[in-house]
């Protein structure tokens, strides 16, 4: 089946992201597709590039990033959620000036649209918040 | 059409979900939501009459809990998790 | 046919952007055409309290956009009775767009859709 996942948590603000890696791990195992992970609201930390946690604990963006990579799957972030949130590409940090940028390679900033559409699209909608 | 919910904190998240429930849906507590076997152990024996609950094991686990042995609750795993969603039409998330 | 969506915001107006960006979902699943519902529950019931006045905390007023959401098809708001009653909250003190589910009508209502998204 095709599912597509909303992650809404950041690693910092409760389990929900964790819950939502550990899923979509467990979905690709099942052979099942996974058409698109959005990240939305806090999930858009989860994009960073600059999480630098201990040696000892998880980095679940690291994390995030080499699932996507491994499985090619396509890994959006709400662009006005992000921006708010100070998560940005080269683009947009050209575009507004910003002193750097911080997305993660293989993930697109985009609109709301695609949470909408892969939610309709897909067989399963699953939301992770904290 | 049976229904998944997942539930992540007892409190408002697990007393909404109460009142969206169809008879046949399934319940799946994670998260802090595992601690309603011990808070609320009560309303979960109601609720047994009416839906399928289950837990998920790595949250019970992390928190140093149990199952109750005097209930009829299902642990599952990750993939237990998927086939849940597999085996309802759609899943409703409260947190 | 399309497939139609129930959008279910329960947090408080105010608390970080979670109310705000449950509503942007809302009105661009309007726009994307699908058939969408908005249901407000737990504390989400306080986001159309009337008479908001969020100006002091430097925060755009809910409200207008709730008002707006007509523009965009979504005709109406449905809102948990229970999460009113619990709260002490009068039909009266409410923005008057709204639909009132009772009862058990919350766990029906959501079963007549195919897709939910939680916020």
């Known amino acids: 089946m095709k599912y597509a996942l909303a992650v809404y948590g950041a690693a910092s603000t409760g389990q929900s992201s964790l819950t939502a890696l550990s899923f979509a791990r467990a979905l690709l195992v099942s052979g099942h597709e996974v058409m698109r992970v959005f990240f939305y609201q806090e999930g858009v930390h989860n994009a960073t590039s600059l999480t630098s946690p201990p040696q000892d604990e998880q980095n679940l963006p690291e994390q995030w990033q080499r699932l996507i990579a491994e499985h090619d799957i396509d890994a959006v972030v709400c662009i006005a959620a992000a921006l708010r949130r100070g998560v940005v590409s080269v683009d947009e940090a050209e575009r507004y000036e910003l002193s750097a940028s911080n997305l993660r390679e293989g993930y697109e900033l985009s609109g709301l649209g695609q949470l909408l559409e892969a939610a309709v699209e897909a067989d399963r909608l699953v939301t992770f918040g904290d | ?95 | 046919m399309s497939q139609t969506l129930c959008i279910i915001s329960t947090q408080a107006p105010y608390r970080g952007q979670f109310a705000k960006e449950a509503l942007d979902a809302a009105l661009v699943s309007a726009t994307y055409d699908i058939p969408t519902s908005l249901l407000l529950m737990g504390d989400g019931v306080y986001q159309i309290l009337d008479g908001q006045s969020p100006e002091q905390l430097g925060r755009k007023n809910l409200s207008s956009m709730f008002q707006s959401l007509e523009l965009y098809g979504i005709e109406t708001v449905y809102v948990d009775g229970e999460s009113l009653e619990e709260r002490n909250l009068d039909p009266e003190q409410l923005l008057p767009l709204y639909t009132l589910l009772e009862g058990d009508a919350v766990a029906s209502f959501l079963a007549q859709h195919d897709k939910v998204l939680s916020f």
């Open chain 2, 1 to 95: 059409m049976a229904t998944l919910h997942t539930v992540n904190k007892t409190g408002q998240p697990l007393e909404l979900c109460l009142r969206a429930l169809n008879a046949g849906d399934n319940v799946l507590l994670l998260e802090e939501g595992v601690y309603a076997l011990y808070e609320a152990s009560d309303v979960l024996s109601d609720l047994l009459k009416h839906v399928a609950v289950y837990v998920l094991e790595a949250d019970v686990l992390a928190r140093g809990m149990t199952n109750r042995d005097n209930l009829d609750i299902g642990m599952v795993d990750y993939q237990g998790f998927v086939e849940l969603t597999e085996a309802n039409d759609k899943v409703v998330s409260w947190f």
